[in-house]
């Protein structure tokens, strides 16, 4: 499968740039998906640069290009300090995360990612991990539900969603995309249907593969991993992901909270290299439609 198939990389120029790549340089590529940012990072480095790169979806090892340069890693990049640490690979001089779903995962009905597709209720990028999204619609309480709808989903109508879940599960359960469309039929928009299941399926992928907390472990983890003046670049495609990361950014933490030392004093960790996120030109945009949403943002290690 080519990389233009499983998935075309988003400002793929304005990643390597913001990476300010040396040839002998280490660097991580913690999604590595279709290999499209890893295989431009490598075209940039010389015979002695090295990358490592993170997947924990195994569909990933058939992008691997044939080059020694590069260490693959199939685990959640929430083990990058861990990783780096038992390889040797410390410190490095940049971090790339492109937080996007795939292409492919997304067109891959077995994986249960798109709304558009049958197939079971599933969501689980690793699929050796326990929690699947029917998981979450069948045993999550009233209240949880609540919270990851409208948390991860901003779904408007999320109280009467939550109510017509319950009520299926109690007859039966819903463990497969179309059953659960089904059950929630009565509070889909006419004409905005796709919008709304996009919403309501991009909760329960998030909730189901911890995202959030991975993100806030990759950011954290981020500033011992980093050497001086190593570049951080995450592109994101969602407003609490860019709202943690812009926060990180800014304070050294996910919270947005500013710290001082004991001269009172701000800590700060990271200098940011884009005030304001860079997002796709309208060429790229017509291109690929799901880079829409993207914001990149990118800082360089005090």
Same mark, same amino acid.
């Given at each position: !499968?080519?990389?233009?198939? #499983? $998935?075309? *990389? ?26 499209? $940012? ?5 075209? $940039?480095?010389? *015979?002695?640069?090295?990358? @490592? ?19 693959? /890693? ?8 861990? =990783? ?30 798109? $709304? ?17 999204? +029917?998981?979450?619609?069948?045993? @999550? ?15 408007? &109508? ?6 017509? /879940? ?27 249907? +796709?919008? @709304?299941? +996009? ?37 994101? #495609? ?5 709202? !943690? ?17 004991? =001269? ?5 960790? =990271?200098? +940011? ?5 860079? /997002? *796709?030109?309208?060429?790229? /945009?017509?291109? &690929? ?14």
């Amino acid at each position: !499968m080519t990389t233009e198939v #499983y $998935h075309l *990389p988003v400002m793929l120029n304005e990643c390597i740039q913001g990476l300010k790549i040396k040839e002998d340089g280490l660097y991580v590529d913690v999604t590595f998906g279709g290999g499209g $940012h890893s295989k431009e990072i490598l075209k $940039h480095l010389g *015979p002695k640069g090295k990358l @490592y790169a993170f997947d924990q979806d195994l569909d990933a090892l058939g992008n691997l290009p044939d080059d020694d340069r590069l260490v693959f /890693i199939n685990h959640n990049f929430k083990y990058i300090k861990q =990783f780096l640490q038992y390889l040797k690979a410390l410190p490095v001089d940049g971090i790339l995360a492109d937080l996007g779903i795939s292409s492919h995962q997304i067109n891959e009905a077995d994986k249960g990612f798109a $709304h558009r597709l049958g197939g079971d209720l599933d969501m689980r990028m690793d699929r050796k991990s326990g929690l699947k999204a +029917s998981d979450v619609v069948n045993t @999550y309480s009233e209240k949880e539900l609540l919270r990851v709808f409208n948390t991860y989903g901003e779904v408007r &109508n999320a109280y009467k969603l939550v109510l017509l /879940i319950i009520a299926k599960r109690k007859i039966n359960p819903v463990t497969t995309i179309d059953e659960f469309k089904d059950a929630i039929r009565n509070c889909i928009p006419g004409k905005e249907e +796709s919008k @709304y299941l +996009s919403q309501v399926f991009q909760a329960l992928r998030i909730e189901v593969n911890e995202e959030m907390k991975a993100l806030e472990s990759l950011l954290e983890n981020s500033a011992s991993v980093l050497e001086k003046g190593g570049r951080l670049v995450v592109m994101s #495609y969602h407003s609490l992901e860019d709202r !943690m990361v812009k926060n990180f950014i800014n304070s050294g933490n996910v919270a947005g909270e500013v710290e001082k030392d004991f =001269f009172g004093n701000k800590t700060e960790l =990271f200098k +940011s290299l884009t005030k304001k996120p860079i /997002i *796709p030109s309208d060429e790229e /945009i017509d291109r &690929n439609r799901r880079s829409r949403s993207a914001k990149l943002r990118i800082a360089e290690k005090i």
